[in-house]
């Protein structure tokens, strides 16, 4: 497509050859390939971000006497990993209570949410409805209300249910998401076209057949992408459940800090409480930490 | 639009039954419904949950704000304003406000910068991009409690690591937990740890989205790297930077898991020196105090502060976009699969 430098020297110029090469160089940096100081600032900023995870492993695979002679116990992991994590299982804290509801609580309120949100999405992208306009608005400006603040009422409102102490107070109220709405929505506007819910309304279908049949393919990846944020914010929720539930029926997160209190000086079953809770969410980064990546960029963009 | 149209009723013919007029009739009626409540249907779950768990609760905080309300009794006398004249002489209160907007400043403002610095070194040609961006991202899935705990840890105030390492320098040790603001320089670090990865990649995402030829016309003109940046990168970025400040506003003013995960107790220290505004509410409603209409009116004070502060930012925003020369935010497709 381009001629080559020494073509455009000749047919135009000295000067016209510099300026195409500066071009093509620097313009954009499409083509060039950083040079190796970009690739060892990078490598500092990944090592800071890993490093406190390291640390993490290297005091829950020492023990407490080792640990309280350096704080460094030694810079490969030692052998007692698999030993604290089991004194830790087999403690007085209900680990194995905290992970399970943990889990109950991040898969119901990802599958919840992302129904929800996909229909709603659809709605407000795709139909027609009277006040559909004034509605999104209202949900866009949810999006910047702390909701969290209500937290008096909430309590009082879940221990009239007597839902006080049990996980189903921590999951109704993050069964939706302005946040999801907002994100379906969007997506949906551009993703799903006019003429294949007109096809599938020609065809006779009803609303509810062409949401399954045509709203919900289209969504998929969008979708996934919301239901693995939405896991993540759920399995790293602290506050809320820690005001509703108690120390016999917690969530992980109340377990860690649990064994912060539970083992005051002994930071390798601390840390490995730490290992077990951070476990499962470094598992999922591995498998679709490139969905994630893409969603957040995806969603700056949007706004 | 085409949905808008009903399901197309069948010809009639000269030869069919009275009946069957009437149950075109209905079907079309039964399509038309179907057209008009659906979109209703489909955005109630939304609106329905979220007006009893999140609407509500933030309402009637209000209500609770002007009683005597004990945690276990219930309910008592309308008082006016007479919780807010309470909290306002506590001086928990101002500690908390001042240690809460200390460490929203101090973790914000710098991992802005990082952010925008580490989005610039990520936005070249490079090889591996994904697992760049990934490495970034990694503190993310880091509980904020395990994070509070981590660094509880590392900036323990006799041989923690922090302390460790500045030895290396010949500094004297610090006693983070022990003094106001290294304990906020902590708590801000553990902040910044979980969320400058997340902001690289929106400022990273941004950058992508300025046009080239911006860039083209700079070098035309012999503008070199730094003045790239700083007259091209900087100004197209400004929406976004807004953006991420609202939302950093939002999260960092209720700052709560990193600092109650800073010490075993979790109460903000001997002499709250890291109290937050929201340890502050839990301690009034479910601490000592057992005091919901405190603890309502400091919630509500709070919600005030976040909002008074999100329309700020909201007119600076407007101000920005019809007086400055970057263009708004333009709502770019999404997935191009």
Redesign the interface.
Known sequence: MSASLPIIAQTSGKSAAQWEKRRRTRAGGANRRPGWVTYLLLGIVILISIFPLYYVLILASSDQETISRSVIPSWIPEGNLWDNIQKVFNGAIPVVKGFTNSLIIAVIQSITVVLFSTLSGYSFAKLNFRGRGPLLVFVIATMAIPVQLGVVPLFIVMTELGWSGKIIAVIVPGMVTAFGVFWMTQYLESALPYELIEAARVDGASMIRTFWHVAVPAARPAAAMLALFTFIGSWVNYFWPFIILNQQNPTLPMVTKLLQSGYQNDYSLIMAGVVISTAPLLVLFFLAGRQLVAGIMQGAVKG | ?????P??APKNEGNLVDRRPTRIAFSQKL?RW???V???L??S???I??A???????I??GY?SVHQWHTLGGQGDFVGLQNFQDVLDQSSFWKALRNTFSIFLISSVPQIIAAIT?AA???????AK?F????????????????G??????FADQ???AN?FLNIFGIEPIRWHAEVLPSHVAIATMVN?RWT??NT??????MQ?IP?DL??AA??DGAGRFRQFFSITIPQLR??II?VV?TST?GG??I??EA??FD???TGGADKQWLTL?MY??EL??GNQLN?GR??AV??L??LI??AI?ILNFFITSKIATSGGSKP???????K?
């Open positions: 639009m085409a949905v808008q149209s399901p197309k399509g179907d057209v008009k659906s979109p209703y489909y955005i779950p939304f609106f949950l979220f009893i768990t999140g609407l509500f609760p933030l009637y905080t609770i580490i070194i990520l936005n070249a040609n490079l090889r994904t760049w961006r990934m490495g970034v991202l990694l503190p993310y899935i880091v509980a904020p409690i395990a994070v705990l981590i660094f509880g840890q590392i041989y923690g690591l460790g740890f990865g997340y990649l929106i400022f990273l995402a941004a989205a080239s860039y083209e070098i035309i929406a976004t953006f609202i939002i003013l209720q709560f898991d109650r995960a075993a107790q979790g929201t509410i839990h409603g479910w919901f603890a309502a919630a509500w709070l919600f976040i909002v999100g935010k333009k709502f770019k497709k999404v997935g699969r």
